[in-house]
């Protein structure tokens, strides 16, 4: 939402951590493996609510049907 752009993005970053584990190497630096911070959602004033890095369109499709997000989704 336009009203959310710039501020911290809402995720469950134990849905990030589930489907980390769940697609292994199907995707890719979704969480840092020393610190266990989340790295798909961005941190400076973006509208992007979270990018998934993948192999494949699919992977990363089934990556999108298994993060929750904790704020509205615009499209």
Request: hydrophobic content about 35%; charged content about 30%.
């Amino acid at each position: 939402m336009a009203e959310n752009c710039g501020s911290p993005r809402m995720l469950d970053e134990g849905s990030v951590r589930d489907m980390n584990e769940a697609l292994g190497d199907a995707t890719f630096n979704n969480v840092d493996p020393e610190s266990g911070r989340v790295l798909i959602a961005p941190h400076g004033p973006d509208p992007v609510l979270y990018g998934v890095r993948g192999e494949t369109p699919e992977a990363v499709f089934r990556a999108y049907e298994m993060v929750r997000p904790l704020e509205p989704v615009e499209r």
